[in-house]
């Protein structure tokens, strides 16, 4: 039996077809927005976007490349909308040396980019972000990159050598401690009543709007729904939060039996002390590979 053509995939194929590239979207992502929050909400943008337009994949496309150049955009729509940047035009590249040259320092190089902190990324201009985050970080072609990003191989180079180059400075500058503040009220009093199994405790700080989003799942809405979630982790043994702080943001990183080091995060969103959002990472565990917590102080 042939394989189904793409606009025959439902959502569920779809999301386990794309479950081996999705750890490396979002090393991608979150390198060019600079966060491993804002990465993943790239990825999920990506997701969203490719499911819509498979319809358009031809059987002669590579999904992986096709999947790259959809989270490219996203990213870049996502980093003109909060103006971190402006994107640097891809075919600036100018004449620069060939980098064929160089290829007994790759191992070098793709250990400074895999070194440097995700935030420090967004000190370099957007093209020269994306072509080290794929050839240093993942490991892609310059043929494959120039693919990706339609520009020429030429002109990967060029970007290729130049972020290099300031790779290094940024890698050279000190690299700042990850701050922690005291949790607020509201991930003390969740993480509290968490810890100590209260789910009614926990049902009652629901807003009658409230959603849930753990990424490969399909989006819960309503108190009702999203009480369930607290369900599903009463039969879970041995699970506790403790609120921590990520790129200056608050999280709750969430801790599985006897680990000494965080397994995923939750995140919280609230209004007039009823939570409205609840973001879930157990189903995207990377998000954690290269993230810097820093565990709240103690109010």
């Known amino acids: 039996m042939s394989p189904p053509r793409p606009a025959e995939i439902t959502e569920r194929e779809f999301v386990a077809l794309v479950g081996d590239v999705r750890p490396e979207l979002h090393r991608y992502a979150a390198r060019l927005t ?30 992986r490349a096709w999947l790259f150049r959809i989270a490219h955009n996203s990213a870049l729509d996502f980093i ?6 402006a994107a640097e035009p891809l075919e600036a ?18 250990q400074e980019a895999v070194r440097t902190a995700v935030s420090r990324f967004v000190e370099l201009p957007t093209a020269q972000r994306s072509v080290i985050i794929l050839k240093d970080v993942l490991g892609h072609s310059l043929e494959e990159i120039a693919a990706m990003l339609e520009t020429s191989v030429n002109g990967v180079k060029g970007h290729l050598a130049r972020g290099r180059s300031r790779l290094k400075e940024i890698n050279r500058e000190p690299r700042p401690e990850p701050v922690a503040r005291a949790s607020s009220p509201m991930v003390s009093r969740y993480a509290t009543l968490f810890n100590s199994r209260d789910w009614q405790g926990l049902r009652a700080m629901l807003a009658a709007d409230v ?8 989006l819960r809405a309503g108190a009702a729904d999203v009480g369930m979630f607290f369900s599903i982790y009463s039969r ?7 609120p921590a702080w990520l790129e200056g943001r608050e999280v709750i990183a969430v801790f599985e039996g006897d680990h000494t080091t965080a397994d995923y995060l939750m995140r919280l969103e609230w209004r007039n002390d009823r939570i409205t959002f609840i973001q879930d990472y157990r189903y995207a565990r990377y998000v954690l590979e290269c993230a810097e917590l820093a565990f709240s102080k103690h109010n």
């Open 34 to 63: 600079g966060s491993v929050i804002d990465g993943e909400d790239v990825v999920q943008d990506t997701l969203a976007k490719a499911l819509q337009a498979l319809a358009t994949l031809e059987s002669s496309q590579s999904l």
């Open 80 to 85: 003109r909308s909060r103006a971190v940047r």
């Open 93 to 110: 590249a100018g004449e620069l040396e060939d980098l064929n040259a160089l290829d007994a320092l790759e191992a070098t190089m793709r």
């Open 211 to 218: 959603k849930l989003n753990q990424a490969t799942h399909p």
């Open 236 to 242: 879970i043994d041995s699970v506790r939060l403790v």
